[in-house]
């Protein structure tokens, strides 16, 4: 019953055990499915599932017979030219990244927007090469197809190897597709969690930092070899700076001319982007504007600068990966698939919550699988989606992936038609473009002293990602950091939080006991909070800091207690102990015997309750016990364990808890386990947990009312009235005052609770 009064409730309620309140509201057992069950469910078919998987299988038979055409399709052919030309850009751009020509970069930027438009559950993200993962693909290429197997470098040699490093990075995109289907398939979307918010940030951030060095050779014109082994940004470095003298001055003019003014259109459009109508094309127009000054001025014979040179015009036909490739491949395309799924995934999430729709984490390891695997078929390389491409597509008033099949018939006009007039554009150019593209993942350097002000461990993480990624390489940096970042769970949940509760005024409302001066704490109570999982890692922190709660060892007080009964016992058959009616007294000079003497190798007797059955008076340890014999004292004769935070407990741990528990009771203190939650109960009912020592009845619904019995029992147990009313079981209320002040409402046994 809850009667509102003011700003203040007054409930009345019995004190419940679980096992009374499951009694007494009739608690349902329902039927836990097993895993059969749900396999059975899983692969079970009817004209409903199949429907259901059709639909989320093909999302676009969802969204396409309900697009609104007159409202939508102007918005996204602006928005699709828009993000075509970025992508055309953006995929020559980063076809560097990858060590491959830059034509291999609009395959990249066109086959997946197909296949994405089909099975892909995002209206917004805009699908294709990202810079990271085209580092990533290029680090592979690098290590199986290095530089220096160009022999004498001939025009004949370049083009073999351009051709085996094309073939390498289509097998690493193919088999990175294969695993992200397979994932998804397989219904593993959820593995994006692993891979938290500043694991991320930091790892693209030094990603950011290896596609600059990487560019840098590109911006210097200097013949830098590729380094992909741990340290390798280092080496890169020193190669750089031993050949500076050799730095092609028009191609380092180039570079920083674009650099300086793509940064400064960039900032222009954030700072007016509620003003623009669209963002100015700044990639586009200092594109056009680079190729018709190297043409005419003639750049390639005057200055001797890369240029991007003749881009084959149409397809070329699908091919099969190279097995020897996928063999050696293997973790790269591991780390190339979680990565790429967890940058697309996160930018999806971001504008589904805008706009209000939902996105399926597996189906978008399908698309994504199957996006790879068509354009690695294709000699493209590994794709997702790049933010700022993305960001175009979505702020130029894109509605659905109808603006993504715009920006791929851009792609495929260039492809088919205007490539040839890229071909004076310098590779320079490209270069500066791709880090033109870097100033959101650089400017993530911010978030360290944000996340070390929020959330040390946090930024720890983020820290550690990045040194690693930047040190070791990203294939085995991400796995340190994924490591790394679940070692902290780990250690914070091997450390968990362990606190003593006390009473905050006289309510049924119970805090830290440090954090507040009105509290009460009941006498001889101690109650004790763990704020985590219970498991084999921590369960023996759980138990010291438990001890040190109580400030006593339990299987120390039982072992000196039963010391204590065997040196009575044998004073007692000596006749050095007399039993009177006020106690033990010693009539004789008490001999001194050493504990290994009372030991007598029966050790393991020691650990076992105390039995008194056979003394002709029971002993009380609170009082003065003859000479020679001490034992600790212990203060306390409850303790109340808050079980609300701890969300499992496994086997081990479980093992350890019930040893635990029967230390305490074998020294006679109550033991009552709060707020458990649900199925908690039957779970320790199934593993064997109670036994004649450790009950089900400890078990209550809350503190308070673990705390109210408690005092009841002890009021009960001092007071011969209440104790010969629980005798009669009087069915009559009355109401009881604690000698505490808190105030319990007595309905025979168990109690109703004001307060």
């Given at each position: 019953?809850?009667?509102?009064?003011?700003?203040?409730?007054?409930?009345?309620?019995?004190?419940?055990?679980?096992?009374?309140?499951?009694?007494?509201?009739?608690k349902?057992?329902?039927?836990?499915?097993?895993?059969?069950?749900?396999?059975k469910l899983y692969?079970?078919?009817?004209?409903?599932?199949?429907?259901?998987?059709?639909?989320?299988?093909?999302?676009?038979?969802?969204?396409?017979?309900?697009?609104?055409?007159?409202?939508?399709?102007?918005?996204?052919?602006?928005?699709?030219?828009n993000?075509?030309?970025?992508?055309?850009?953006?995929?020559?751009?980063?076809?560097?990244?990858v060590?491959?020509?830059?034509?291999?970069?609009?395959y990249?930027?066109?086959?997946?927007?197909?296949?994405?438009?089909?099975?892909?559950?995002?209206?917004?993200?805009?699908?294709?090469?990202?810079p990271?993962?085209?580092?990533?693909?290029?680090?592979?290429?690098?290590r199986?197809?290095?530089?220096?197997?160009?022999?004498?470098?001939?025009?004949?040699?370049?083009?073999a190897?351009?051709?085996?490093?094309?073939?390498?990075?289509?097998?690493?995109?193919?088999?990175?597709?294969?695993?992200?289907?397979?994932?998804?398939?397989?219904?593993?979307?959820?593995?994006?969690?692993?891979?938290s918010?500043?694991?991320?940030?930091g790892?693209?951030?030094?990603?950011?930092?290896?596609?600059?060095?990487?560019?840098?050779?590109?911006?210097?014109?200097?013949?830098?070899?590729?380094?992909?082994?741990?340290f390798?940004?280092?080496?890169?470095?020193?190669?750089?700076?031993?050949?500076?003298?050799?730095?092609?001055?028009?191609?380092?003019?180039?570079?920083l001319?674009?650099l300086?003014?793509v940064?400064?259109?960039?900032?222009?459009?954030?700072?007016?982007?509620?003003?623009?109508?669209?963002?100015?094309?700044?990639?586009?127009?200092?594109?056009?504007?680079?190729?018709l000054?190297s043409?005419?001025?003639?750049?390639?014979?005057?200055?001797?600068?890369?240029?991007?040179?003749?881009?084959e015009?149409?397809?070329?036909?699908?091919?099969a990966?190279d097995?020897?490739?996928?063999?050696?491949?293997?973790?790269?395309?591991?780390?190339?698939?979680?990565v790429?799924?967890?940058?697309?995934?996160?930018?999806?999430?971001v504008?589904?919550i805008?706009?209000?729709?939902?996105?399926?984490g597996?189906?978008?390891?399908?698309?994504?699988?199957l996006?790879?695997?068509?354009?690695g078929?294709?000699?493209?390389?590994?794709?997702?989606?790049?933010?700022?491409?993305?960001?175009?597509?979505?702020?130029?008033?894109g509605?659905?992936?109808?603006?993504?099949?715009?920006?791929?018939?851009?792609?495929?006009?260039?492809?088919?038609?205007?490539?040839?007039?890229?071909?004076?554009?310098?590779?320079?150019?490209?270069?500066?473009?791709?880090?033109?593209?870097?100033?959101g993942?650089?400017?993530?350097?911010?978030?360290?002293?944000?996340?070390?002000?929020?959330?040390?461990?946090?930024?720890?993480?983020?820290?550690?990602?990045?040194?690693?990624?930047?040190?070791?390489?990203?294939?085995?940096?991400?796995?340190?950091?994924?490591?790394?970042q679940?070692?902290?769970?780990?250690i914070?949940?091997?450390?968990?939080?362990c606190?003593?509760?006390?009473?905050?005024?006289?309510?049924?409302?119970?805090?830290?006991?440090?954090?507040?001066?009105?509290?009460?704490?009941?006498?001889?109570?101690?109650?004790?909070?763990?704020?985590?999982?219970i498991?084999?890692?921590?369960?023996?922190f759980?138990?010291?800091?438990?001890?040190?709660?109580?400030?006593?060892?339990?299987?120390?007080v039982?072992?000196?207690?039963?010391?204590?009964?065997?040196?009575?016992r044998?004073?007692?058959?000596?006749?050095?102990l007399?039993?009177?009616?006020?106690?033990?007294?010693c009539?004789?000079?008490?001999?001194?015997?050493?504990?290994?003497?009372?030991?007598?190798?029966?050790?393991?007797e020691?650990?076992?309750?105390?039995?008194?059955?056979?003394?002709?008076?029971?002993?009380?340890?609170?009082?003065?016990?003859?000479?020679?014999i001490?034992?600790?004292?212990?203060?306390?004769?409850?303790?109340v364990?808050?079980?609300?935070?701890?969300?499992?407990l496994d086997?081990?741990?479980?093992?350890?808890?019930?040893?635990?528990?029967?230390?305490?009771?074998?020294?006679?203190?109550?033991?009552?386990?709060?707020?458990?939650?649900?199925?908690?109960?039957?779970?320790?009912?199934?593993?064997?947990?109670?036994?004649?020592?450790?009950?089900?009845?400890?078990?209550?619904?809350?503190?308070h009312?673990a705390?109210?019995?408690?005092?009841?029992?002890?009021?009960?147990?001092?007071?011969?009235?209440?104790?010969?009313?629980?005798?009669?079981?009087?069915?009559?209320?009355?109401?009881?005052?604690?000698?505490?002040?808190?105030?319990?409402?007595?309905?025979?046994?168990?109690?109703?609770?004001?307060?």
């Open positions: 019953m809850v009667e509102p009064v003011g700003n203040h409730y007054v409930v009345a309620r019995p004190v419940y055990s679980e096992n009374l309140f499951n009694e007494e509201h009739e349902l057992h329902r039927y836990h499915k097993t895993f059969w069950d749900h396999l692969f079970g078919c009817s004209p409903q599932r199949v429907k259901k998987i059709a639909l989320g299988l093909f999302p676009i038979i969802s969204w396409l017979p309900a697009y609104r055409f007159r409202e939508w399709i102007l918005s996204d052919i602006v928005s699709g030219i993000t075509g030309l970025v992508a055309v850009l953006q995929g020559l751009a980063f076809a560097l990244l060590n491959v020509p830059p034509g291999y970069g609009l990249a930027a066109f086959f997946p927007v197909l296949v994405y438009f089909i099975f892909g559950t995002s209206r917004h993200i805009s699908v294709g090469p990202f990271v993962l085209s580092l990533m693909v290029g680090g592979a290429v690098v199986l197809v290095p530089d220096d197997s160009a022999g004498n470098g001939t025009s004949t040699n370049i083009s190897i351009n051709e085996e490093r094309v073939m390498v990075a289509a097998s690493v995109t193919f088999l990175s597709g294969v695993f992200q289907l397979l994932l998804g398939i397989l219904q593993f979307g959820f593995i994006v969690i692993y891979l918010q500043s694991l991320i940030s790892f693209t951030t030094a990603a950011a930092i290896h596609v600059v060095v990487s560019q840098l050779k590109f911006m210097l014109q200097l013949p830098v070899p590729g380094f992909n082994k741990p390798g940004i280092i080496y890169t470095l020193e190669s750089v700076f031993s050949q500076i003298t050799k730095t092609n001055i028009a191609d380092l003019v180039t570079s001319v674009v300086l003014i940064f400064v259109v960039k900032e222009m459009n954030d700072r007016y982007k509620a003003k623009l109508p669209t963002p100015i094309p700044i990639e586009l127009l200092v594109t056009v504007l680079a190729a000054i043409y005419f001025v003639n750049f390639e014979e005057k200055f001797n600068v890369a240029v991007v040179g003749k881009l015009e149409g397809f070329q036909a699908p091919v990966p097995v020897g490739v996928l063999q050696k491949c293997i973790g790269d395309s591991i780390s190339i698939a979680i790429g799924f967890a940058v697309a995934f996160s930018v999806a999430k504008y589904s805008k706009h209000d729709y939902p996105v399926d597996n189906q978008e390891l399908i698309a994504f699988g996006s790879n695997i068509v354009g078929s294709f000699k493209g390389f590994a794709s997702s989606t790049a933010l700022s491409r993305s960001g175009v597509q979505e702020s130029t008033g509605k659905t992936q109808i603006a993504g099949i715009i920006s791929a018939v851009i792609v495929l006009i260039v492809i088919l038609a205007i490539g040839f007039l890229l071909a004076p554009l310098q590779k320079s150019v490209l270069a500066s473009l791709a880090l033109g593209n870097l100033k993942m650089l400017m993530q350097f911010k978030e360290v002293g944000i996340l070390w002000r929020k959330d040390k461990y946090d930024c720890i993480i983020w820290v550690v990602t990045f040194l690693a990624a930047i040190f070791l390489g990203l294939d085995i940096g991400l796995a340190t950091a994924v490591a790394f679940l070692l902290t769970v780990v914070r949940s091997q450390i968990p939080s606190t003593v509760l006390a009473n905050v005024g006289r309510s049924n409302i119970y805090r830290n006991r440090k954090d507040y001066t009105d509290i009460y704490e009941p006498e001889g109570v101690k109650i004790f909070r763990c704020s985590s999982p498991f084999f890692a921590n369960i023996e759980f138990r010291e800091k438990l001890i040190t709660a109580v400030g006593f060892n339990p299987l120390r039982l072992r000196k207690r039963n010391k204590a009964l065997r040196k009575i044998k004073m007692l058959k000596k006749g050095e007399q039993v009177t009616p006020k106690g033990l007294i009539v004789a000079n008490y001999t001194h015997e050493s504990d290994e003497e009372l030991d007598n190798n029966r050790i393991e020691l650990d076992q309750p105390t039995n008194m059955t056979d003394l002709p008076i029971q002993i009380n340890w609170g009082a003065d016990l003859p000479p020679g001490t034992v600790p004292q212990v203060n306390i004769h409850s303790i364990l808050d079980f609300s935070s701890v969300s499992f086997f081990s741990a479980m093992r350890v808890l019930q040893k635990t528990l029967k230390e305490f009771v074998r020294i006679n203190i109550d033991i009552y386990i709060a707020g458990a939650h649900e199925g908690f109960l039957d779970k320790l009912e199934r593993c064997a947990f109670f036994d004649e020592e450790i009950k089900p009845s400890m078990f209550f619904l809350t503190i009312d705390v109210l019995h408690i005092l009841l029992k002890k009021d009960i147990a001092s007071s011969p009235k209440l104790k010969l009313a629980e005798e009669k079981g009087s069915s009559n209320d009355c109401i009881i005052t604690l000698s505490n002040g808190l105030r319990s409402r007595e309905c025979t046994i168990p109690t109703e609770t004001k307060f």
